[in-house]
Structure formats: structure tokens, C-alpha cells
């Protein structure tokens, strides 16, 4: 075997070895459960803030400083309910009902980023002063599900598809 080979097949077995640490070290996960509903956040998470009557806890990711905050909530219990919808008209019905409140009574500007009709959930977000706060809506064990990043915190701004991705991956895992 010539030395270039040798020198070659080195260099790709430290590439591997690299990525393979860098891979396994993100797969740190923080189990989090909410009204019997869990969810596995990506990295070391601790949880910073609750608030009783909206049911949402705060939840912080020191080494990259994002804040989420996670809400489940039995459908029953919310303004816009009514027996008859069911699933995605659910999370629709959600959807119109919060975010018509932002965008009339607040002058927000309110925007659908994506929906999933299969598994349950839009995705959606809120410009304001501060910033942008971005939602996931979803349906899970019965329960309407609220995901909220805000888009500000971090040291590395989300991109739209980062960010609904980023929300997904809670939401689906």
C-alpha cells in the first residue's frame, strides 16, 4: 500500500471517528412530560418557568440558549372548542381562534409557516416588537399541543425551515 493510500484511508477513518462523536454527542435527550403527554427535547434542557393557568412550562437550553415553552391542554377546557371537530379541523379551529386574536386585537403580524393534515399540526408565527415567536399547534393523546420558540434567543438565529423543523422534531419524537 503507498504511503498516499495509507495517508488517505487515515484521514477518512478520522472523518468517520469525528463525525460519529459529533452525531452520538447531540444525542442527548431531555424526557420531559406534560399532563401525560411526553416529549424528548434534543440536548440537555432544564426546565425555567411555569405558568398554572395557561398550563406552559418554560424550558431552557443553556449551551445554545434557546427557550421553548410547551403547553398541553385538554380541548374541552379551551374557548374555541365544540364536540363535533375532531383532528386536524381541531388544530385548525385553534389555529384561526389564537392567531385572528394576534393579528386583529394586537396588530401583529400573524403568518402560517406550514401544516401537516396526517400528523395534527400547523406551524405558524408571531412578529412583534421583541422579536418572533414561532408555533407549532398540534394533537396528541387527545390533548391540543402549543410549541413555542422564541425565534430571538439562541446564539444562532433559525432559519424558517431550521425552525420548523427544530419544532417538529419535539412534537413528533
Known sequence: MTTLI???ILILVTAVTVFQHNLFAQTTKTPVIINGVRF???????????????????FLERESNINIAISVRKPEKM???????????????FYKWDSEYW?????????????????YFIVWSIKIPQGEN???????SDKIINISLN???????MNDAEAINFLKNIYLN
Open 134 to 140: 414561532i408555533f407549532l399547534f398540534g394533537l396528541k
Open 151 to 157: 425565534r430571538s434567543s439562541g446564539k444562532k438565529k
Open 103 to 119: 393579528a386583529k386585537d394586537t396588530n401583529y403580524k400573524v403568518s402560517k409557516m406550514s401544516e401537516d393534515r396526517l400528523n
Open 6 to 8: 495509507r495517508y488517505s
Open 79 to 93: 374557548e374555541f372548542y365544540k364536540s363535533e371537530l375532531k383532528g386536524f379541523d381541531l388544530i385548525q379551529a
Open 40 to 58: 424528548e427535547l434534543l440536548g440537555s434542557w432544564e426546565h425555567i418557568n411555569s405558568n398554572e393557568e395557561s398550563g406552559q412550562y418554560g
